[in-house]
């Protein structure tokens, strides 16, 4: 009897060990999963500040130009498919989503799909 408690303590360890090393195995990859997130928002920003900020404000608040993208329902909800979509189309006429503004949201067809992505990851950062 002693010697199967023994048996049984030694296999709950072992089940433990492994739940711990699991846990710690998937709190490595989300760590690594966000920081790889992060460093393509950073990447996004510098495209965003070059390309995006004319028209939409150093910050993503808007402009008359163009409407904010910080705090925008559309953006938070949209996916990157979306995102880089609008982006390399660009919206004009009837696919306007805020005919107030008088400018077009022109294409960007030239940018990379990496460059589409990172500027994706920096407008879902700002909300």
Do not use: Q
Request: proline share 3%; net charge positive; charged share 25%.
């Amino acid at each position: 009897a002693k010697a199967a408690e023994v048996k049984t303590a030694a296999a709950e360890k072992a089940v433990e060990v492994k739940a711990v090393a699991a846990a710690k195995a998937a709190e490595v990859k989300t760590v690594a999963a966000e920081k790889a997130v992060e460093e393509k928002a950073a990447a996004g920003a510098a495209i965003y500040k070059m390309k995006c900020s004319p028209c939409h404000g150093a910050e993503g608040k808007g402009t008359t130009m163009a409407p904010a993208l910080k705090g925008n329902a559309w953006v938070m909800a949209a996916s990157t498919a979306d995102l880089t979509g609008v982006i390399t189309n660009g919206r004009i006429g009837k696919a306007k989503k805020y005919p107030n503004f008088l400018v077009d949201m022109p294409a960007s067809k030239a940018m990379s799909e990496g460059d589409l992505s990172s500027l994706a990851a920096y407008l879902k950062s700002l909300n």
